[in-house]
């Protein structure tokens, strides 16, 4: 009885070893291959890597590291744990490298004029809410007071040079604008429009209420104090040509040139002047681009025309502008 007892303790003394062996038999060959070193090819691997042998090695390029398919399978035989782990042999994985953030190129564009750079047109509305402090810079025509200067130092100068320059048209509220727009509507419904022929018609020249550069008050229409038109007799006056030669010193752009009518929706208008900052102001002038293309070449790729309008926003409120 005792002796049949102290057997089979003898067994399962020498079972236990035996399992305890094969277990660190599998631990050791998985801290081998996991420091990077190949295990030694076990039957007949020829090649992990020959494409063409069509060997269903356990081969992983980024490690570098070759695992026998025999060996693995003779190790997952003894220890099922280890096989886990041995079998998807770990990956190396390179650290990523992290995309440097774009920055832009400052004499491209001037990221603290971003509140001048607001798209408005048919498809950009007013952002909600943008109503800015404007001062009277003269004529009874205001801009915004932050190019007020701006303008004033433009017409001064334009004057200097010999020139008549008279602001005829700056900040338009949205009535007065809603005002202007249903006039021009009236005008051609009189000539004998319908009324939504009419409405289209005038959108080419006025600005559809809520879309009016003039309601951001970075915009200004200027005539002379000989002619106070604001259509095509202003083409080749003199005062123009030299506002449109000098504006980007100043900051201003000439928004609606006639070779870029498809892209601004706007007919050539030789009168209207748009703030954007010096920075744009020269690169729309050298580049002879409009703001459309100005924005998406420079501005875009790095703030969104939401993110413009929101900065502007912030701007207004933060300039104790916002009314
Ligand atoms: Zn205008």
Request: aromatic fraction near 6%; charge should be negative; glycine fraction near 6%.
């Amino acid at each position: 009885m005792e002796n049949k007892n102290k057997k089979k303790n003898t067994i399962t003394i020498i079972l236990l070893v035996l399992v305890l062996a094969a277990l660190c038999l599998g631990i050791a060959a998985m801290v081998w291959t996991m420091t990077g070193h190949p295990l030694p090819a076990v039957g007949s691997l020829s090649s992990g890597s020959d494409p063409d042998s069509g060997a269903s090695s356990v081969f992983s390029a980024s490690s570098g590291t070759a695992v026998s398919p025999d060996l693995t399978e003779a190790v997952s035989e003894n220890t099922s744990d280890v096989s886990a782990v041995s079998v998807s042999t770990p990956v190396v994985s390179d650290t990523p490298t992290p995309t440097p953030e774009p920055t832009p190129d400052p004499e491209k564009y001037n990221t603290g004029d971003v509140w001048a750079l607001v798209l408005v047109n048919k498809e950009h509305p007013l952002p909600d809410g943008y109503i800015p402090q404007v001062t009277e810079v003269e004529n009874n025509q205001s801009t915004d007071i932050r190019c007020a200067d701006s303008l004033a130092q433009m017409l001064a100068d334009c004057r200097a040079a010999g020139y008549n320059p008279l602001a005829i048209s700056g900040y338009r509220t949205h009535e007065t604008q809603e005002l202007y727009f249903n006039n021009t509507v009236q005008m051609y419904v009189n000539q004998g429009m319908d009324e939504a022929s009419a409405e289209a018609e005038a959108a080419t020249s006025v600005a559809v209420p809520g879309t009016s550069e003039h309601e951001l008050g970075l915009s200004v229409d200027i005539g002379t104090t000989a002619n106070t038109d604001i259509n095509s007799s202003q083409d080749n006056d003199p005062t123009q040509l030299w506002l449109q030669d000098n504006c980007w010193k100043y900051g201003y752009i000439l928004r609606y040139p006639p070779e870029k009518s498809d892209i601004t929706g706007i007919i050539y208008e030789s009168w209207h002047y748009r703030y954007v900052g010096t920075t744009a102001a020269k690169v729309i002038h050298d580049e002879n681009l409009c703001l459309e293309e100005y924005l998406q070449k420079y501005v875009e790729p790095f703030t969104s025309l939401d993110e413009i309008n929101q900065a502007a926003l912030a701007s207004l409120e933060a300039s104790g502008q916002a009314g």
